[in-house]
């Protein structure tokens, strides 16, 4: 790994190598998934199969029933967090991290459903719910009837949001288990865990925002907060700056890093990898230019929109999407790259594809590669 001097102007293929380099995605590396889902921060997780897709392409040898077995043995849960999105993150990581990110949440609450809530005792509001489950998971749906029944005059998915924004609540099994249906329940975090939540002690977001950089730097201030949400970022970088060091992208934005992180260097090899569609790997930077290719179809959806089941790294940079279709004992995965791939691409792209299809459907009985679009 090469040393680069403070002050140093990052190209965008050495943000890239970097940011493949700390998400293990220049080679799958020998980890356990606990230590993998806290070394990022947590794993963005709508859709339950995500997760395992994520780890698969990182960790050697990954066996999904680890991940499963962490979630039943509930060393691990899935949450809102980060964006008040789902996030799959550790025990450990709930505690530590719900209580940073809280003001966020009920800030996107009053954002999106302001109107529908004024008037309410949202503290009121909260409390019955947390009463509500205390009797078991609840469905957002069953949860935003039960209250109803209360305010009669409400809408039964902003009370039932106001209640988890407020209430931190995790899906519980089956919900998320490797290839097991589960309805979306929530359950209080604290009664799962069996721990209490530090807010007013926990949600300083120092601590935070050092293993984002650790994970997904260099960033900007900018970076930092599209990742997390929070307001007042600056602020925060200016009270660890004594502690980081500073670079620039080609832009002269300054770029925040921890000591000691990788720089592989921009000519490294970068084997092409599948990963799920909300990876925060291409979700995480305010300027994604280091994960984006410069040109993308203009038509094609960017990793993150919905509509597709995962996108594909060639070169170290998303090269376009995919999704896999099963019938009849067979499975297709489809491959939409946004541009040209030369043969030798074609061939290392269809091959590791090949292994996703092993890995998602090993029961199917033929399967295929194929390139659209």
Not at 160 to 166: D, Q
Request: with cysteine.
């Amino acid at each position: 790994m090469e040393t680069i001097p403070e002050g140093t102007v990052l190209d965008r293929r050495t943000l890239n190598r970097s940011l493949l380099a700390r998400q293990s995605l220049l080679g799958r590396v020998r980890a356990s998934a606990e230590e993998m889902i806290e070394g990022l921060v947590g794993l963005q997780a709508q859709e339950p199969p995500d997760p395992y897709v994520a780890l698969w392409s990182r960790i050697e040898d990954f066996a999904p029933r680890e991940l499963s077995a962490m979630l039943e043995e509930r060393r691990a849960v899935r949450m809102s967090l980060l964006r008040w999105t789902v996030h799959l993150v550790t025990a450990r990581d709930c505690m530590a991290l719900r209580p940073v990110v809280q003001g966020v949440i009920e800030r996107r609450l009053l954002g999106q459903f302001r109107r529908q809530l004024a008037g309410l005792d949202l503290a009121e509001v909260a409390e019955a719910g947390r009463l509500l489950l205390q009797d078991g998971p609840l469905s957002a749906s069953r949860l935003g009837d039960a209250l109803r029944e209360r305010w009669p005059d409400r809408e039964r998915l902003p009370l039932s949001l106001a209640v988890t924004a407020r209430v931190p609540t995790v899906q519980p099994p089956p919900r998320g288990l490797w290839r097991t249906p589960g309805a979306a329940l929530q359950t209080p975090a604290d009664r799962w865990l069996g721990r209490d939540f530090d807010f007013a002690a926990g949600s300083a977001p120092d601590a935070a925002v050092l293993r984002y950089l650790a994970a997904f730097g260099p960033a900007s201030v900018r970076d930092v907060a599209v990742w997390s949400g929070l307001s007042g970022v600056r602020a925060v970088v200016d009270r660890l700056r004594p502690g980081l060091r500073v670079y620039r992208d080609e832009k002269g934005t300054e770029l925040y890093d921890v000591p000691g992180a990788p720089f592989p260097g921009p000519g490294v090899e970068a084997p092409p990898r599948f990963l799920p569609q909300y990876d925060n790997i291409a979700l995480s930077h305010a300027d994604r230019a280091r994960i984006m290719p410069r040109n993308p179809y203009a038509e094609a959806p960017l990793p993150g929109s919905g509509g597709n089941r995962g996108f594909f790294l060639h070169d170290g940079f998303v090269g376009g999407l995919w999704r896999i279709e099963t019938a009849r004992g067979a499975a297709l995965l489809h491959v939409l790259p946004y541009g040209p791939l030369d043969a030798g691409a074609r061939d290392a792209v269809a091959a590791e594809g090949a292994r996703l299809l092993e890995f998602a459907v090993p029961e199917t009985t033929a399967r295929e590669v194929r390139f659209t679009g």
